[in-house]
């Protein structure tokens, strides 16, 4: 076998074989994300509605992609080439700047109005339905009308020659009555004589003119009274204001002072403000192509839900933590945005999945709970113009429910609709990992319909590439140990500040590192070999002519069930060096070595 030997420098960088980041690691920031997606945040994937193509044209995808799975996701990654636009108002496009500038004057004005905080107009539905009742209303209308003028007629003809005195006044009276009740029909006015329009105008006197009616005409008036006022329709409008009171009223109006503009906070930021506001209003124009009409819409839009979501109480609730292995942060990617794990694997989990998704109010309890671990994220973010404003999405696919589970399917699509409607462009990259070959035929179908921008987010690789795919964005002392990487939970003897040394081994292949000690210590390592497979063994030669050589570790083959990441220490007492061997028992896998190490002095 071919030997290799690797001597760590106090500063030592990764070989050239190391994965290394394209430039830039992160596309811009979407949606939820994640988009997330959600996320931004952080959306989970895209559940497919039905089984892709048919059972032939699976099978020859299946074939087609194992011995073409490297080269997939190598030309996948390779496409990555989308930057993140700049946030410094100064560095944008001249129509960026009009853009934002105008949307600015808009919700400028819509402070001025408090059209934040009014309540949305009513829907289109109900104000449809109201036609149909008024023909109705007016088809029964004319039906009754015969029957209202012919009882007021009668009297006005009957009863005036029994009336000894003044019958002109009972008369007047009574045809004052029934043009007040029958105005709106046009039949009657044209029996009311001029006298009587200017007698209608003044109600008070004719009451009192019924008063001196006798007894039998005083009656005949209260029964016309009693049968106008039986159906009459709505009261007569009220005369208009004299130009004198409108005048008034204007001055009135003038007199007092309008309202202050309201305050809008979005993510504890205000809508306008300072130069973190315009980061806001910038995610806001890109997630509709910064057309400023659209955005402004979606800005009112994101507000109202805001709202009626009762975000801010959301805040300080507490819905249990059930679901902390299911969505989780875990340090951040070699650009500093903090990265989001999604893991739909623990929903293979019944009890889990049960009190998930067993009916719509605990599917809505999840969709708060994910609305606020995503909000407090928001939170922690850095929205100045040169801030880390975006977050970066790892979704593992490994044993996802994927098509058999409607509900998770359902839960899935609403939160991607919330995600992508109220928390636009925060999801810098949307990293899918573990992901089956049925999932790339999906994506292969669906793909022509995302535009180059949405496609420039997304990664996808397989079991085998999971952990080399994460490097390439996320260094190996921040990802999670059950990726890959060296970071574990509780007190460890190195932490993420600890930088990690990255080796590919190339098939059937065998690797030394070497530790030089120069005086009495004590030598502390750890290392990994991502999917093992390999023999590891570590010993200490001196520098002294004539020593011996001491075995620390003997030689063993280790596979992927033994213990993901090997610590040792050795206690040093002369000059000398640390050799670690690990052979590559693979004829046709390069395996990837992750080690790092710390010298401690001896203390008495």
């Not at 839900?305 to 959301?314: G, P, V, Y």
């Amino acid at each position: 076998m071919a030997e290799e030997t690797q001597k760590p420098a106090a500063a030592e960088a990764p070989t050239s074989t190391q994965p290394v980041p394209e430039e830039p690691a992160v596309v811009p920031p979407p949606v939820p994300a994640a988009e997330i997606q959600l996320p931004d945040s952080a959306p989970a994937p895209p559940q497919p509605e039905a089984s892709p193509a048919k059972p032939d044209s699976v099978a020859e995808v299946a074939e087609d992609e194992k011995p073409k799975a490297s080269e997939e996701f190598e030309k996948i990654s390779q496409s990555v080439s989308f930057k993140e636009e700049s946030n410094v108002v100064g560095e944008l496009p001249e129509s960026q700047r009009k853009a934002l500038a105008d949307l600015k004057v808009l919700i400028q004005e819509a402070l001025n109005k408090h059209e934040f905080t009014a309540p949305p107009a009513p829907l289109p539905p109900k104000e449809e339905e109201k036609p149909a009742e008024e023909k109705k209303e007016d088809t029964e209308k004319p039906a009754e009308q015969p029957q209202i003028d012919e009882p007021a007629k009668e009297p006005v003809i009957e009863e005036p020659p029994k009336t000894e005195a003044e019958p002109e006044p009972v008369t007047e009276t009574v045809t004052v009555k029934v043009e007040e009740t029958i105005t709106p029909h046009p039949a009657p006015e044209t029996s009311l004589a001029p006298e009587a329009d200017e007698k209608a105008a003044e109600p008070s006197t004719v009451v009192e003119k019924v008063a001196v009616i006798d007894e039998d005409g005083a009656k005949t008036v209260e029964a016309i009274e009693e049968s106008v006022v039986a159906v009459s329709t709505p009261p007569p409008e009220e005369s208009a204001p004299s130009k004198e009171e409108a005048e008034v009223e204007v001055e009135a109006a003038e007199a007092v002072p309008p309202p202050p503009p309201e305050e809008v906070f979005i993510w504890g930021i205000p809508l306008l403000g300072d130069e973190r506001s315009d980061v806001i209003l910038l995610k806001f124009l890109r997630a509709r192509d910064f057309k400023v009409k659209d955005a402004f819409t979606m800005i009112k839009n994101t507000v109202r839900w805001r709202k009626q979501f009762d975000i801010e109480a959301l805040l300080d609730e507490d819905l249990g933590n059930q679901w902390d292995k299911v969505v989780f942060s875990h340090g951040v990617d070699r650009e500093g945005h903090p990265v989001c794990y999604n893991v739909f694997g623990e929903f293979e989990n019944k009890d889990l999945y049960q009190i998930t998704f067993s009916d719509d109010e605990k599917s809505l309890k999840f969709l708060r709970w994910r609305v606020q671990f995503l909000e407090k994220s928001i939170r922690k973010l850095d929205f100045s113009p040169n801030g880390i404003s975006t977050i970066v999405q790892v979704n593992d696919l490994k044993n996802s429910p994927g098509l058999t589970k409607w509900e998770l399917r359902n839960a899935t699509k609403r939160a991607l609709q919330l995600f992508q409607d109220n928390y636009p462009e925060f999801a810098a990259k949307q990293v899918f990992i573990n992901v089956p070959w049925w999932y790339l035929a999906v994506n292969r179908m669906i793909s022509p319909f995302f535009t180059q921008r949405t496609k420039s987010k997304f990664v996808f690789a397989g079991p085998s590439k999971t952990a080399e795919t994460l490097f390439k964005y996320v260094t190996p002392e921040q990802v999670p140990v059950q990726y890959g990487g060296l970071s574990r939970e509780g007190e460890q003897e190195f932490s993420i500040d600890d930088p990690v040394t990255e080796v590919a081994i190339k098939a059937a292949t065998k690797h030394t590192v070497e530790f030089p000690i120069s005086e009495p210590s004590l030598l502390v390592w750890e290392l990994r070999v991502v999917g093992w497979d390999v023999s590891y063994g570590a010993e200490f030669l001196p520098s002294a002519e004539g020593g011996y050589t001491v075995i620390v570790q003997k030689t063993a083959k280790l596979g992927p069930a033994d213990e993901p990441v090997i610590s040792n220490s050795y206690r040093v007492g002369e000059a000398g060096k640390i050799v670690l061997t690990i052979d590559n028992l693979s004829s046709k896998k390069k395996k990837i070595l992750l080690y790092r190490s710390k010298t401690k002095p001896i203390s008495d």
